[in-house]
């Protein structure tokens, strides 16, 4: 009997990971193909920070060489993009006009970064952070140019200005909040991030609007000019605003789409022969940009291709650390502080903080910088939504 | 003093009088090592955790060191005349009733002579009273009214051969240890010798009880009456002892026979089960060798004196008075309570065992004296007395060697007493006590080590109590300063160069025309035998029991053959009706309070509370409840309770123990004004007193408890001392590295931060926080470099965390795992110490991951990954795990 054909569009994490549960599950069952933009096997992107920082080499981040392809028996068609699908007749078509034919179709096409539309944001000078092109042109750019700019001070903006500030470059992290990270730490834990990055040699432009990015010529760039009338002079700058869930193809098939695909709790699509994981998925009206969730519905999703359907995601909460040597810095949970209670520890001159949120008795969010060795034990108790009344009163000091 | 010179001295605490070897090791730094005195006979060498810390309680941390007039430092001559001319004025102005001193069981039997002769044979009155009021003023009447002169007849040998020994109101475990350690020992050897407790309370001496009769308040004297109609139910009387050496037994036998009345109801009366008691019955009926020893829970009682004459009654009912292992015994609480009795430190004695009220004694002792006048009445007894001032009739004191405004019944009258009274003037040898805080004139005294003289232990031991040190600046004896007053106000008889000097003419006095053939003439207390002594025979003085009739041969027992001091020498049986306290239970104050000493502390805390060692064990006031009274009010262990009684109240923490009586409240008696707000028990206690001796009934006062409401409890640590918080509750405690600061209050603080930083003096350094605002949490911690200076611990609730490990740290380097810890009050698991974090996503560190693949013997970095997590998210950690795994494995390989 012929097998199955499982097509993979996206050679990403959350792809690799649903494939790779899938070969766990059922080994036999599909033909795979994975097609993928990249010209690579699957890398981890998480990683891409340490390697711009020259802590980690790319082929240490590599997950699947092209050789685990082969080895797996599966088809890896890198460097191709694909146009267009046909969902009656159950087939693919990428740019280089190959076609694949699939019975189940598994739509992992990740996430586009945002690029603020101001004056010259196409320049050859402004880059995203996204990918090991992006980390390469980094590279090869700083060689000759020591003033970056980095826009955005989240996590991505973070970890990206450290690893050009290890490069020896002067950084500048642009950002339009009062408080860094503002959408996984608290003002207190941010301010404490921002001086101990400060001390690193980072430095910051808080509560900046970028107005335009100002041109000297195509190669050069002359400053930043911000909408308070100040400027900043920058050879590069890298946008870290954010991403998009990409889902143009999606559109373009007729699948359900709002901010990304619509999938249910069986990672499945409009179309019951196709599903959908990581980035470009909506789940319940959340949207994913880390890696955990990812790995959640990779397994939920496999459960499905594997027909053995048992599995149904469950959103949980979600826990961010920063990859920035020598910051320790874990949240997690709810810690927008409405109507919670807080436990707060702090060791200013060991430059730790901890708050811990609390809502009818349960932990409901936790940031921590400095000290974060309880984050995992903390993380357990949001996710396990466990009465902490008992140990309420040693909670902040660890498990 | 040579360095490294052994003296031999005796402790400066209770009435066992325990001998001591003192070493000098450093003069100047004061540093003495302390050991029991093997050759000592109360004690052979042992020493109780009081008397083993003494080294621990003489540097000159606090002690006064110079005389002070309102507050300045002046010279004695100065003070001397000051002191002088106001009581020879207040004097003229009001006469010499006007006049009085307050001394003390604690200062030498030197001092006593010389205060008792001015006031008596000087000033001409006998408003002399003594701390003794509070201790064993009930066994002197009581030994007086059957022995016709205060005389214990035992000692402690009589342990040795006791089969039965009946301990009454006494907590000999916590407040005579060394006796109860040598009752303990004899037991070990002979399980025969029975022991019975007779306390309302059970305490630490039921270790040794073969039988506890927890007897209401009050009952000793229906016990005992009981017991004397049992001996003669069951013909246990020795009828021949009654016939030779006593009167008025029947008289004694008949009151005893009315009191118990109906006997089905007795055991019920008296608060015991019946089987319970006719056990003690039938033991003591049984056993010659009884020896019944007593002490404050029969003492301090408004039939304080009937207890002791009920006790008495059953041992000459049964001829067991001073013979080997049989007697009636009294435990006094004081180093010199018995050597105070002996000069006539009381205001109701004269001098020498003679009488006030004898026109003979007076008479005699003037004239021994050859003093301008002599007192002819009895002078007032401690709580008349601070009455007496409080109405203005006493406008000038002189207070020595005792804390009357702690230690006395109904004390917050005592304090308002002293500042009313025109002239206050405290001898002490410590600046800053509840008394000292009123004295228009402070004397510097010679503490412990320092002063050289005698003291007479509860068996009538007159042992050296001798100096080892130096006297710091400008502290001098109290003799000194007695005579030097007296001096000043013109009197002779008073040009003392020495303590021996003293002394010598107390033995001249005892010996005194103390004679059969004399009227009125034979006194039991005389030492005739011990001759004159010159200085270094003086200084070579060995323990010795009086009377000391023949030449340095003292008296083990007296009474095995009658001879008592009456004057038909003839032992008396007291006929007694038991009574109940003075003030009685109402629904308004339905609680008993009982007070009394507990292990490590000594009266009113000024030298004890300056160890740390003695407040380890119990560092707070308290209340000891039964958890059943406790339930009813609504009060756990460690909250804090308020007691108001009709005279004061105090606050102090809820202890539990089944061990108390349903009703009754124990609270200690040592905590003080100066070391706490509001703790004070003696502000609590009714001064009802027993109508023979003057005793106060600290036994027995009518309060009621509840739990005290405050906002917040908290308490400080700081490696200084601070100026005690303006609390509701406030109790400073020493430890060994700094002090202790346990708070409550009925308001919260605007800024916790403020309020905490203020009362610890602006600590500096990095500062800690935990903050649980809706748990009412609010802790701070300062570091100075990476020792621990100060802390700040607050809670809406008592029940904070613990101290122990948090007071082990003051002043300490703290580790990065201490310091981690440090603000949850809880020493840090060494497992809390994960060392490096590897796993980045998960918080595992190094040291977790190598504890989780030696005990789960792990293989592989899956198999990490699923027990720790470590390496699943991100996965960047991965190949450090296969580092670890490898390394450890390696090891295991090789």
Known sequence: MNKQKLVVVGNGMAGMRTVEELLTLAPDLYDITVIGKEPHGNYNRIMLSPVLAGEKTFAEIVLHSPDWYLQQGIELVSGQVVVDINRKTKQVLTDAGLSFDYDRLLLATGSVPFIIPIPNHNHACVLSFRDIRDVNTMLEVTQHKQRVAVIGGGLLGLEAANGLLKRGVDVTVIHDMPCLMNRQLDSEAAHLLQKQLEANGMKFRMGAMTKEIVALDDGHLSHIAFKNGEDLATDLVIMAVGIRPNVALAKQIGLQVDKAILVNDTMQTFDPSIYAVGECVQHRGALFGLVAPLYEQAKVCATHLAEIGIGRYVQKATATTLKVSGVNLFSAGDFSGANAETIVLRDTSSSIYKRLFIKDNKLVGAVLFGDVQDGNWYFDLIKQQQDISDIRADLVFGQ | ?894
């Open chain 2, 1 to 894: 003093m040579q360095i490294n010179s052994t003296v031999h001295t005796t402790c400066a605490y209770c009435g066992v009088g325990c001998g001591i070897k003192a070493t000098v090791e450093d003069t100047d730094k004061r540093i003495v090592s302390i050991q029991g005195d093997t050759e000592h006979p109360a004690n052979y060498g042992r020493l109780c955790s009081k008397g083993s810390s003494l080294g621990e309680t003489i540097s000159l941390e606090g002690r006064l060191l110079e005389p002070h007039i309102a507050g300045q430092n002046v010279s004695w001559p100065t003070a001397i005349d000051k002191v002088a001319n106001e009581f020879k004025r207040i004097i003229a102005e009001h006469g010499k009733e006007s006049v009085a001193f307050y001394v003390s069981g604690q200062i030498l039997t030197e001092d006593y002579y010389v205060a008792n002769k001015l006031m008596k044979g000087y000033i001409g009155t006998a408003n002399i009273d003594t701390n003794s009021r509070l201790c064993m003023s009930s066994a002197v009447a009581g030994h007086k009214r059957a022995f016709g002169a205060d005389t214990v007849p035992a000692n402690y040998d009589d342990f040795d051969h006791a089969n039965l020994i009946v301990l009454v109101g006494s907590n000999t475990a916590w407040c005579h240890p060394i006796i109860f350690q040598r009752i303990k020992a004899i037991k070990a050897q002979r399980p025969e010798l029975r022991i019975v407790v007779v306390d309302p309370r059970e305490t630490a001496t039921n270790e040794i009880a073969d039988l506890h009769l927890p007897i209401k308040a009050g009952m000793d004297v229906l016990l005992f009456n009981a017991l004397l109609v049992q001996l003669a139910e069951r013909n246990a009387l020795d009828p021949q002892y009654i016939a030779q050496y006593t009167v008025d037994f029947e008289k004694a036998f008949a009151a005893a026979n009315q009191d118990v009345g109906d006997k089905s109801t007795l055991a019920e009366r008296i608060g015991v089960d019946s089987q319970s008691l006719a056990t003690f019955f039938d033991w003591f009926c049984q056993t010659p060798k009884t020896m019944t020893c007593f002490s404050m829970g029969v003492n301090q009682s408004s039939a304080g004196t009937d207890k002791v004459n009920a006790i008495i009654n059953c041992h000459l009912a049964t001829g067991r008075v001073g013979k080997e292992g049989a007697s009636p015994f009294s435990l006094t609480g004081q180093p010199n309570a018995m050597g105070g009795r002996e000069v006539g430190g009381l205001a109701n004695m004269l001098a020498a065992h003679m009488d006030i009220e004898n026109p003979v004694h007076r008479e005699r002792v003037q004239r021994f004296w050859q003093s301008p006048v002599i007192a002819d009445k009895s002078g007032l007894k401690a709580v008349d007395l601070f009455d007496a001032m409080y109405e203005g009739k006493i406008k000038a004191v002189w207070i020595m060697a005792t804390n009357p405004v702690v230690s006395l019944p109904n004390a917050d009258k005592v304090r308002a007493a002293l500042e009313k009274c025109e002239l206050v003037v405290v001898s002490d040898c410590i600046t800053d006590t509840d008394t000292t805080r009123l004295a228009d004139v402070l004397l510097p005294s010679l503490g412990w080590g320092e002063k050289d003289g005698t003291v007479t232990n509860s068996e009538r031991r007159i042992s050296r109590q001798r100096g080892f040190l130096p006297a710091p600046a400008q502290a001098k004896p109290d003799w000194w300063a007695l005579s030097q007053v007296a001096q000043a106000m013109g009197f002779d008889g008073f040009d003392y160069q020495s303590p021996a000097d003293v002394f010598n003419e107390h033995i001249a006095l005892s010996a005194f025309e103390n004679d059969a053939n004399i009227e009125s003439g034979l006194r039991d207390f005389n030492l005739v035998g011990l001759g004159q002594l010159n200085t270094q025979q003086y200084n070579a003085l060995q323990p010795i029991q009086w009377p000391v009739l023949n030449k340095d041969q003292g008296t083990a027992r007296l009474f095995a053959q009658g001879q008592f001091y009456t004057p038909n020498r003839l032992a008396r049986f007291m006929p007694l009706t038991s009574r109940a306290p003075k003030n009685p239970l109402s629904a308004e104050y339905p609680f008993i309070l009982n007070t009394g000493r507990i292990r490590d502390q000594w009266h009113t805390m000024t030298r004890t509370g300056l160890t740390p060692r003695l407040l380890q064990h119990i560092g707070e006031p308290y209340a000891e409840l039964h958890p059943n009274d406790a339930k009813k009010l609504a009060i756990q262990a460690g909250d804090l309770v308020e007691i108001n009684s009709a005279w004061g109240k105090a606050v102090v923490r809820a202890q539990l123990s089944d061990g108390q009586r349903q009703g009754s409240v124990f609270v200690p008696m040592h905590w003080t004004g100066v070391l706490t707000r509001q703790s004070r028990v003696g502000a609590v206690v009714n001064p009802a007193v027993d109508p023979v001796s003057g005793q106060p009934e600290n036994k027995h006062t009518p309060i009621k408890v509840s739990k005290f409401n405050s906002a917040w409890h908290g308490y400080l640590l700081s490696h200084t001392p601070l100026t005690l918080p303006e609390c509701d509750y406030a109790v400073a405690i020493r430890l060994e590295k700094g002090w202790r600061y346990e708070l409550a209050h009925h308001q919260k603080p605007h800024d916790w931060l403020d309020w905490a930083s203020i009362w610890l003096q602006q600590p500096q350094g990095q500062r800690l926080e935990y903050q649980d605002i809706s748990a009412g949490q609010q802790r701070y911690a300062w570091l100075e470099g990476d020792k621990l200076s100060a802390l700040a611990f607050f809670g809406a609730e008592a029940n904070l965390p613990p101290r122990a490990w948090l007071m082990s740290l003051l002043n300490q380097p703290l580790d990065k795992l201490s310091r981690r810890a440090l603000l949850s009050g809880k020493p840090a698991d060494p497992n809390a110490d994960v060392g490096r974090i590897i796993c980045a996503c998960y918080g595992v560190g190094e040291k977790t991951i190598e504890r989780a693949i030696a005990t789960n013997n792990l293989k592989s970095v899956t198999e990490i990954g699923k027990c720790l997590k470590a390496g699943t998210n991100c996965g960047s950690c991965q190949p450090e795990l296969q580092k670890i795994l490898s390394r450890l494995i390696s090891v295991v390989q090789a």
